[in-house]
């Protein structure tokens, strides 16, 4: 059961983590090895799919069996145990390298697609089973050394620590928090754009949060450093896992004293007003030349949450 009424893309992982258990490495070779569980597969960050089940539209994770997972990690270093889906074991396993494993011991087991890209086609549950594993693994690929002493470190606990054994030193799995935030005056919001971005498209505004900062605080600075607002009231709507590589995004909208602002030419290139209607027919993309988003992101989500407010 979802902890709130709106869940973005990515959240809404529904595997029991079963935290307790990953530290029994006996206990998890043994479900690695039992013909009842599953695993799937990520090459290059990209998760095995196929399509749906029964004619519906959009595709689904290929799930593999456990035993061939082992096979294909060859050890622990590229396993990660995701947790439990009631009763049955999940895992998952990290492919690299330039040659598609669907040519290989693969083969006809499904196709590796972007995350990014089948994101909504694939069940919303899937969508947040595959996100953690990318974050996870991106996670192990940049800790393979202590951040203490310089030495390679070990995998531990089912994939989720890392140790170093020469000073013992523990490694645990980062997450990035970003606040993100629609500031908005009276009847009108405002959205921004880097010059990076394609030709057109306007977002929210976000920033990572800094040590020793509250949300809110994260929130005012970095609608005063990047567009020269100042945050009058702060209010929660939603976070998202993003596994590009780990940030959690913390979903805001933010009333603001004055509809003025200007960007920064550093984060923001541009900042443009938007009234209701406005934003209510970018959403639909019906104003020529501009785009928002699509409902994947939680900028999206921000931007429909306050048309919807009038």
Same mark, same amino acid.
């Given at each position: 059961?979802?902890?709130? %009424?709106?869940?973005?893309?990515?959240?809404?992982?529904? +595997?029991? *983590?079963?935290? /307790?258990? $990953?530290?029994? @490495?006996?206990? !998890?070779?043994?479900?690695?090895?039992?013909?009842?569980?599953?695993?799937?597969?990520?090459?290059?960050?990209?998760?095995?799919?196929?399509?749906?089940?029964?004619?519906?539209?959009?595709?689904?994770?290929?799930?593999?069996?456990?035993?061939?997972?082992?096979?294909?990690?060859?050890?622990?270093?590229?396993?990660?145990?995701?947790?439990?889906?009631?009763?049955?074991?999940?895992?998952?396993?990290?492919?690299?390298?330039? %040659?598609?494993?669907?040519?290989?011991?693969?083969?006809? +087991?499904? *196709?590796?697609? /972007?995350? $990014?890209?089948? @994101?909504?086609? !694939?069940?919303?549950?899937?969508?947040?089973?595959?996100?953690?594993?990318?974050?996870?693994?991106?996670?192990?690929?940049?800790?393979?050394?202590?951040?203490?002493?310089?030495?390679?470190?070990?995998?531990?606990?089912?994939?989720?620590?890392?140790?170093?054994?020469?000073?013992?030193?523990?490694?645990?799995?980062?997450?990035?928090?970003?606040?993100?935030?629609?500031?908005?005056?009276?009847?009108?919001?405002?959205?921004?754009?880097?010059?990076?971005?394609?030709?057109?498209?306007?977002?929210?505004?976000?920033?990572?949060?800094?040590?020793?900062?509250?949300?809110?605080?994260?929130?005012?600075?970095?609608?005063?450093?990047?567009?020269?607002?100042?945050?009058?009231?702060?209010?929660?709507?939603?976070?998202?896992?993003?596994?590009?590589?780990?940030?959690?995004?913390?979903?805001?909208?933010?009333?603001?004293?004055?509809?003025?602002?200007?960007?920064?030419?550093?984060?923001?290139?541009?900042?443009?007003?938007?009234?209701?209607?406005?934003?209510?027919?970018?959403?639909?993309?019906?104003?020529?030349?501009?785009?928002?988003?699509?409902?994947?992101?939680?900028?999206?989500?921000?931007?429909?949450?306050?048309?919807?407010?009038?």
């Amino acid at each position: 059961m979802p902890l709130t %009424a709106f869940t973005n893309t990515f959240a809404g992982n529904p +595997l029991n *983590r079963a935290s /307790d258990r $990953r530290p029994d @490495a006996a206990w !998890l070779a043994s479900q690695l090895a039992s013909a009842e569980n599953l695993g799937i597969a990520l090459w290059n960050g990209r998760p095995l799919v196929e399509p749906r089940e029964g004619g519906e539209k959009g595709v689904q994770i290929a799930y593999l069996p456990s035993r061939l997972v082992a096979e294909l990690a060859g050890g622990a270093e590229r396993l990660l145990f995701l947790g439990l889906w009631n009763e049955t074991a999940v895992f998952a396993v990290d492919l690299e390298g330039q %040659a598609d494993p669907t040519d290989g011991p693969l083969q006809g +087991l499904g *196709r590796f697609e /972007d995350l $990014r890209q089948v @994101a909504l086609s !694939l069940p919303a549950p899937e969508a947040g089973i595959c996100a953690t594993a990318k974050s996870m693994f991106e996670w192990r690929r940049k800790h393979r050394r202590c951040a203490n002493c310089g030495e390679p470190t070990e995998v531990r606990d089912g994939g989720w620590k890392r140790q170093c054994p020469a000073c013992e030193v523990e490694h645990f799995p980062r997450t990035d928090p970003v606040v993100i935030m629609l500031p908005y005056h009276g009847d009108r919001c405002m959205l921004g754009r880097q010059e990076a971005w394609p030709k057109g498209m306007f977002s929210a505004l976000a920033g990572f949060l800094e040590p020793g900062e509250s949300i809110e605080e994260a929130c005012a600075r970095e609608l005063s450093e990047e567009a020269g607002l100042r945050a009058r009231a702060v209010r929660y709507h939603s976070t998202q896992p993003w596994p590009w590589p780990s940030s959690l995004m913390i979903g805001l909208l933010a009333e603001v004293e004055d509809d003025e602002g200007t960007p920064d030419q550093t984060e923001l290139s541009e900042v443009r007003w938007f009234t209701r209607a406005e934003a209510r027919a970018l959403l639909a993309g019906e104003i020529e030349g501009l785009f928002c988003p699509p409902p994947l992101a939680i900028a999206h989500q921000l931007l429909k949450a306050w048309v919807e407010e009038a």
